[in-house]
């Protein structure tokens, strides 16, 4: 597909357990974004890539939070020990370059019970 | 800090006339301009791109940059009830290392 994809679409979990959420880019994007939306709530950027150079982690809000991107390729959010106020739909971007337009997909719509 | 600020709404326009967006940014040097659409439940789709002063038209939306002023705006003639959605603006400045989002403006177009 020529777009970016998203799974799974939908995830529900409980209390404590761990979530990995996956992301696959636009082949040729060197930049990967990822955001979390809360119900009513704009986009609060978490993390971001750009080919080879550290990431920018300055979003992450805790240390539960990690994500990992190999090369240009898939990209992977996990979040341990979920909690509550971890619902949220998780989207990922990505594009050309930094500073480019991005390109969203579908995003993750995590519910933790 | 960068900053993006747009107005939350509503903005509620009756269908045909022209819906205005607006968006502010908070430094001078910055390069590139987006505007999202985003529906309720979906993901942000890109609209238009705008990288110089001027006006940059794509069908009924029409994109206003001023850098001087520091302000981009989205105008969208004959509004139609599919219209109705939260538009984003976006910016990305020279100094970082992405772009910036603001935190929307809620359109509704009212039949």
């Known amino acids: 597909g020529a777009g970016v994809s998203q799974s799974p679409s939908n995830k529900v979990t409980e209390k404590g357990k761990d979530v990995e959420l996956r992301c696959d880019p636009i082949s040729g994007h060197t930049a990967l974004y990822w955001y979390r939306q809360r119900l009513g709530q704009g986009l609060e950027f978490l993390i971001y890539?750009?080919?080879?150079?550290?990431?920018?982690k300055s979003g992450l809000p805790s240390d539960r939070f990690s994500a990992e991107r190999t090369g240009e390729s898939v990209s992977t959010l996990t979040i341990q020990r979920t909690q509550q106020e971890d619902s949220a739909v998780y989207l990922c971007a990505s594009s050309k370059n930094h500073r480019d337009e991005q390109f969203f997909g579908p995003g993750t719509r995590l519910t933790v019970l | 800090q960068k900053e993006v600020e747009q107005n939350s709404g509503p903005l509620s326009v009756p269908e045909g006339a022209i819906a205005s967006l607006n968006c502010t940014y908070s430094d001078r040097v910055s390069q590139s301009f987006f505007w999202y659409r985003q529906y309720s439940g979906k993901s942000p789709e890109l609209i238009m791109s705008?990288?110089?002063?001027g006006d940059k038209e794509d069908g009924r939306f029409t994109a206003q940059l001023n850098k001087a002023s520091q302000y981009v705006s989205l105008l969208i003639r004959d509004s139609q009830p599919s219209d109705s959605a939260t538009y984003l603006c976006?910016?990305?400045?020279?100094?970082?290392?992405?772009?910036?989002f603001g935190s929307g403006t809620r359109l509704s177009i009212r039949p």
């Open positions: 705008i990288y110089s002063n």
């Open positions: 976006a910016v990305g400045y020279s100094s970082a290392s992405k772009i910036i």
């Open positions: 890539f750009q080919g080879n150079s550290a990431p920018d």
